[in-house]
């Protein structure tokens, strides 16, 4: 059985972070195949075109995660009905410098969760938007806007009994689109 390597990128530095923790619980359902590596945007810098000749290390590191991956998993809050400003930078530092974008042709979802009746859906359309300028093949279903309820995710961090067969689903597709499009 073919092995996949997934790069996650969660748009939330919050401690206590729904989307983090969904995050954390929703990896638990992929088979063994497929392996999931967090690529951490809390310590990059604001992205400056300057310092293309010379990136940051957090950025250096941030990108060769997404390199090693054959496909990446987007988890982001709303905030102001779009993405949070630390996702965009993160997703500038992997497109940058010109021409040497790590995303071109990475099939990708995009999922979230918030208190909200909405859930994520606009954070999650303009995602989309800026995923598809950047090359990447983005799974359009089924969406997943989630509310946060108790029982999303139960005491021990995996998905609760009650969305299980629904996020298993969703991950079941996904590996099917990460699989598809990496052969």
């Known amino acids: ?12 530095l919050r401690k206590d972070s729904l989307n ?17 590596t967090f690529a951490p945007i809390g310590d990059l810098p604001l992205y400056n075109q300057d310092d293309d ?3 940051p290390e957090a950025a250096n590191r941030f990108k060769a995660i997404i390199e090693k991956s ?36 990475k099939p990708t979802a995009v999922v979230g969760v918030s208190i909200g009746v909405i859930g994520t859906a ?4 303009h995602l989309r938007t ?13 969406e997943i806007y989630i509310q946060a309820k108790d029982g999303l995710i139960d005491p021990d961090g995996n998905i609760g009994a009650d969305s299980r067969a629904f996020l298993q689903g969703w991950m079941d597709r ?10």
Do not use: C
């Not at 983090?20 to 999931?36: G, H, R, S, Y």
């Not at 606009?122 to 359309?125: C, D, K, T, V, Y």
């Open 53 to 55: 000749v010379h990136p």
């Open 20 to 36: 983090q923790a969904f995050a954390d619980a929703l990896v638990k359902l992929a088979p063994e195949n497929v392996t999931f």
């Open 122 to 125: 606009l954070a999650q359309q």
């Open 174 to 183: 996904f590996v099917a689109w990460v699989t598809v499009h990496n052969n």
């Open 70 to 105: 054959q496909a990446v998993l987007f988890v982001t809050p709303e905030y102001n009905r779009s993405i949070p400003g630390v996702l965009k930078n993160a997703i500038d530092h992997g497109s940058r410098p010109y021409g040497e974008s790590v995303w071109a042709g």
């Open 130 to 142: 800026i995923l598809t300028a950047l090359d990447m093949p983005t799974m359009g279903q089924p």
């Open 1 to 12: 059985m073919k092995r996949y390597q997934v790069a996650v990128v969660v748009g939330s």
